[in-house]
């Protein structure tokens, strides 16, 4: 009986160390075609940038020719140099940090009281006014009366034409107050009211703090349109001293655009433009590369509140 027992344990032990070892091997299974798939993932997402890069620092015949694909030729920086040598960049870069600066900051600033305000039950018509803003996200005015709008306002030819139209967005305000009630305790609210806190104390000292994550997400969104954006200059700016640094690349290259075409037409010679002189393509990369540059340099310091700030405003309960 006690033999019968024994053996038995040992089997049992025999299949349970069986089976362990199966359930490793298959976890070191998953692990490996997991890492796999994840780093080919962020090899395709890399590469275009790589691509471009080593694209504007190559030699721009071979690169026009589409012979750089994974490593430079012919190093240079005659792009870059070229293009910081445009005309009013340094002022135009100016004023595109100030935008980008100012308007992500007043936009968070906004958006985040907008947003707190959409969840207090004691504000007068806040589901209309609510309902409202969310309105603007499906019908819009249209281009004209827009401008005609600005007219009026004073906001053509003026900096702020840059900096208060975006201040308040519907989708903002959406993530601000679902991210509010969700994540922010009520009762602090109430335990700060009981103390004699006003609307203003309880939204900067309790639950602005508390706010962090899903302002940086919205700090992502607003300083990346800020940056990109151009097309306000094209519709309201003429002045000069308000281009700004996406704009003069955009006359940039499409300057360099007609001189590539005036190349390859034949009505200039290759040799009076020479192979230092950028192309269509070159031009097109270097632009591109110079206003990633600085989204790349911000984005990793928010990576981490952008995530957290979207799963959690995503979720209610």
């Known amino acids: 009986m006690g033999m019968n027992k024994s053996n038995l344990e040992r089997s049992v032990s025999s ?16 692990n490996i075609a997991n890492y796999s798939f994840f ?26 020719r589409g012979q750089i694909m994974f490593w430079p030729e012919g190093i240079h920086f005659n792009n870059y140099l070229q293009v910081l040598q445009i005309p009013n960049i340094y002022h135009a870069l100016l004023i595109s940090l100030l935008r980008t600066l100012l308007g992500t900051l007043l936009t968070v600033l906004v958006s985040g009281f907008l947003g707190f305000m959409m969840t207090q039950r004691k504000m007068w018509l806040r589901r209309f006014v609510y309902r409202y803003f969310i309105t603007t996200m499906y019908v819009s005015g249209g281009i004209i009366p827009i401008y005609l709008l600005y007219n009026q306002l004073g906001l053509l030819d003026n900096f702020l034409v840059y900096i208060i139209p975006g201040m308040v967005s519907a989708f903002n305000l959406i993530l601000v107050k679902t991210y509010v009630e969700s994540s922010v305790p009520d009762e602090l609210q109430e335990s700060a009211e ?28 607003s300083a990346v349109g800020q940056w990109n954006s151009f097309m306000d200059t094209v519709l309201y700016v003429t002045k000069d001293d308000l281009h700004t640094l996406q704009y003069v690349l955009y006359r940039y290259l499409s300057q360099a655009t007609a ?37 790349f340099m911000v984005y990793p310091f928010f990576q981490r509140f952008f995530v957290k700030g979207i799963m959690i405003g995503a979720v209610k309960g």
């Open 194 to 221: 009981m103390d004699g806190a006003g609307i203003g104390v309880v939204f900067f000292r309790i639950v602005l703090p508390l706010m962090m994550p899903i302002l940086a997400t919205l700090a992502i969104f």
């Open 39 to 64: 780093i080919l993932f962020m090899l395709l997402c890399v590469y275009p940038f790589y691509y471009i890069f080593i694209n504007t620092i190559s030699d721009n015949t071979l690169s026009a």
């Open 15 to 30: 299949v349970g160390s069986q089976k362990t070892r199966s359930l490793a091997l298959g976890e070191k299974a998953f």
């Open 259 to 295: 001189l590539a075409n005036a190349v390859n037409s034949g009505s200039m010679a290759a040799e009076d433009v020479g192979t230092s002189v950028q192309t269509a393509q070159s031009i097109k990369l270097t632009v591109t590369m110079i206003v990633v540059i600085p989204i």
